[in-house]
């Protein structure tokens, strides 16, 4: 994750996006489906369960991140084209957060990442930048993400106005442990200001 926030800050048009509805759209082959099961009650007052088995990846399982990465990366492969080689190194489970050096860059990198997505039956969401011309056009085609300030990879926050990103401030002590885990490190922290 630190290489595709590095990578992205190296750019000066900074883009961002999220997959929408990512883990529900990732069909689980009909001989898969017995493996993920859920079970309810099938009313309030009989003590019974039904079984529902699951048709799309479930949300909460552990290996759902990684089957939906695996489901992108394995379609970005079929598109060897620069755009999709960009895609593939700068995407985490259901984010894209990537960069361009001009406005036309940008511009062109948004219309075929969508159209590379959606020939997945992918719709890409939320999009953000720090670039007007990006968000303007994001806005017209009902996928902006309105609000000044986004989250990148859920661990961080980019106020677009002042192109700066808040990341949590922690002691290097808290890495020595073999153990330390994010949940740790965000639990532990506090914001400070990166530009």
């Given at each position: 994750m630190l290489e595709i926030l590095l990578r992205f800050r190296v750019h000066p048009v900074g883009l961002s996006a999220n997959i929408e509805k990512a883990f529900h759209k990732v069909i689980l082959h009909e001989s898969d489906?017995?493996?993920?099961?859920?079970?309810?009650?099938?009313?309030?007052?009989?003590?019974?369960l039904d079984v529902y088995r699951f048709?799309?990846?479930?949300?909460?399982?552990?290996c759902s991140p990684f089957i939906l990465l695996s489901v992108i990366k394995h379609h970005l492969k079929v598109f060897p084209t620069p755009t999709?080689?960009?895609?593939?190194?700068?995407?985490s489970v259901d984010n894209l957060i990537s960069?361009?050096?001009?406005t036309e860059e940008a511009l062109d990198y948004y219309v075929m990442s969508n159209s590379i997505l959606i020939k997945a039956g992918l719709n890409l969401q939320s999009w953000s930048?720090?670039?007007?011309?990006?968000?303007v056009r994001a806005v017209e085609d009902g996928v902006a993400d309105l609000f000044t300030s986004s989250k990148i990879l859920g661990l961080n926050n980019w106020d677009r106005s002042t192109d700066s990103i808040s990341l949590p401030a922690f002691r290097l002590s808290t890495f020595s442990h073999a153990t330390t885990i994010k949940r740790?490190?965000?639990?532990?922290?506090?914001?400070?200001?990166?530009?």
């Open positions: 489906r017995d493996s993920s099961v859920s079970c309810g009650p099938v009313t309030s007052t009989i003590p019974m048709k799309v990846i479930p949300f909460a399982a552990s999709a080689i960009d895609m593939d190194l700068n995407i960069g361009c050096d001009s930048s720090n670039e007007q011309t990006i968000n740790d490190t965000m639990g532990r922290s506090t914001s400070s200001e990166v530009p």
